[in-house]
Structure formats: C-alpha cells, structure tokens
C-alpha cells in the first residue's frame, strides 16, 4: 500500500466515524423520552467516557511515532496498518460521548447536554488527525 492509498484511507475513516459520532444523536433526538429519570446519569457517564480516551491516545502517539520512523522503509506498510488501528479503535473511544448522548435522547437528557457530549467526541476526534510530517 503506498502511502497516499493509506492517508486516504485515514481520511475515510475520520469521515466515517464523524457520521457515525453525529448521526444518532440527530436521529435519536427526534423520538419521544422513555424513561424521564436517566438523563443526568447518561450526562454524568458521557463526560466520565471521554477521559477512557487517554490510554488510546497515547497508543495512537506511540503508533504515529513507529510510523514517522518507518516512513521509506521496509516496513512501511506495517506501520500505516497498524497506525490505522490503532487511530480506528481511539476513534470508536473518543464516539462513546455522543453515544452517551444519543443514549439520552431516548431517557430525557436535555438537548444541551447531548450537544455538549457531541462536542466533546468532535474535539477528540480533532487530537486523532494525521499530522502532517507524515504526508
């Protein structure tokens, strides 16, 4: 794979999870409140998930430093393999807020908080981007 077809591929997937952080909270924000009582526990447990993002993150520095490193070598392409992973699984980590919020649409979270829990997942979502010493 060369480098251009993995860059793209990063792209594609930061798109992908961005659909995928936005889209059921906008979905979910629609329907009718379950259970009225749950919205500042779901709230509370949304802001809690966004500090499970530390440990992927320092994997995902990690793995961008292995693949600066790589970068024109033999081992190149196992480098831009692993550092998608890696970038995958934190990406599926740093979504569990807006999840959260989708979540609280459905048990009377205010609109406010979901945003701010979507926020939240956006901003980690920033940290993951492939900064350009690679390109």
Same mark, same amino acid.
């Given at each position: @794979?060369?480098?251009? &077809?993995?860059?793209?591929?990063?792209?594609?997937?930061? +798109?992908?999870?961005?659909?995928? @952080?936005?889209?059921?909270?906008?979905?979910?924000? %629609?329907?009718?409140?379950?259970?009225? #009582? +749950?919205?500042?526990?779901? !709230?509370?447990?949304?802001?809690?998930?966004? !500090?499970?993002?530390?440990?992927? !993150?320092? %994997?995902?520095?990690?793995?961008? =430093?292995?693949?600066?490193?790589?970068?024109?070598?033999?081992?190149? #392409? #196992?480098? +831009?393999? #692993?550092? %998608?992973?890696?970038?995958?699984?934190?990406?599926? =980590? &740093?979504?569990?807020?807006? +999840?959260?919020? &989708?979540?609280?649409?459905?048990?009377? @979270?205010?609109?406010?908080?979901?945003?701010?829990?979507? !926020?939240?997942?956006?901003?980690?979502?920033?940290?993951?981007? =492939?900064?350009?010493?690679?390109?």
């Amino acid at each position: @794979m060369t480098r251009a &077809a993995a860059l793209r591929q990063l792209a594609r997937d930061g +798109w992908l999870h961005t659909l995928l @952080m936005v889209l059921p909270v906008l979905v979910l924000g %629609r329907t009718s409140v379950v259970f009225a #009582d +749950w919205g500042l526990p779901l !709230f509370a447990a949304g802001l809690v998930s966004l !500090f499970f993002s530390l440990r992927a !993150f320092t %994997r995902f520095k990690h793995a961008l =430093i292995a693949t600066e490193q790589a970068l024109n070598g033999p081992v190149e #392409d #196992d480098a +831009w393999n #692993d550092l %998608r992973r890696v970038r995958r699984h934190g990406l599926l =980590i &740093a979504s569990l807020p807006a +999840w959260f919020g &989708a979540a609280g649409a459905l048990f009377g @979270m205010e609109p406010v908080a979901r945003l701010l829990l979507v !926020f939240g997942s956006l901003v980690l979502l920033v940290l993951y981007r =492939i900064p350009r010493q690679l390109h």
